[in-house]
């Protein structure tokens, strides 16, 4: 039997994906309903990865929401990134956890790609609509995976370790 303990790093990943994940969905909200989709620039390296040229931007106004918003993806991409890794390293057996664990990953690759895109072509409806069906597709993932890890939880299928 797997313990509560046993498990507390993974779960702790899990759980932490789906809340930031849900967090940096509202906040790339506030992007859109604020105007600040292109507060960093819209064109060259100067508006991605870079914002107006800089590493760390002067932060106010549309620049702090939009900056804010990338900056956040960070967290996501730690938690989300750490569950993967986890998942590899310590619960090889447990087919669905990798699955999930490596397709959310997968997932936020190709969304902070469209990130970049949304910038580059200047808020491409097109393009921002894709951003935000696959945001909804993450989250989906990160919540299937947190669900998967609690069910696991207190299974005397997982080997501990
Ligand atoms: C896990 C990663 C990310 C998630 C879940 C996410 C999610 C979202 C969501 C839900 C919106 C609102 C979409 C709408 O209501 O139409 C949005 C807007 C936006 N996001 Fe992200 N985002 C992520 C990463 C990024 C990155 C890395 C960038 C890089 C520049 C970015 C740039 C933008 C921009 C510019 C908008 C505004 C689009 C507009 O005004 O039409 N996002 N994001």
Redesign the pocket.
């Known amino acids: 039997m797997t313990s509560l303990k046993e498990t507390l790093g993974l779960r702790i990943l899990a759980y932490g994906s789906v809340l930031s ?1 849900y967090i ?2 509202v ?3 506030y ?2 309903f604020s ?4 507060a ?1 620039g819209s064109a060259g390296p100067d508006s ?1 990865p870079l914002c107006n040229g800089q590493v760390v931007p002067t932060l106010s106004g549309p620049v702090l929401v ?1 900056w804010t ?2 900056l956040f ?1 960070l967290v ?2 730690l938690f989300v990134l750490g569950t993967t890794i986890v998942a590899w390293t310590r619960y090889r057996e447990e087919k669905r956890i990798l699955q999930l664990s490596t397709a959310s990953f997968l997932v ?1 690759l190709v ?2 790609l ?3 895109v ?2 580059k072509t200047a ?1 491409d ?1 097109l393009v ?2 894709a ?2 069906a ?2 909804s597709a ?2 989906s993932a990160v919540i299937l995976n947190a669900i998967t890890v609690r069910r696991l939880t207190g299974s005397s299928r997982l080997l501990p370790g």
């Not at 105007?35 to 292109?38: F, V």
Request: net charge neutral; charged share 5%; glycine share 16%.
């Open positions: 994940t940096l969905i906040i790339g909200g992007v859109v105007g600040s989709g292109l960093c991605w939009e918003h990338r993806t996501v991409g936020l969304q902070i469209l990130g970049m949304t910038v808020l409806p921002s609509t951003h935000l696959v945001a993450l989250f």
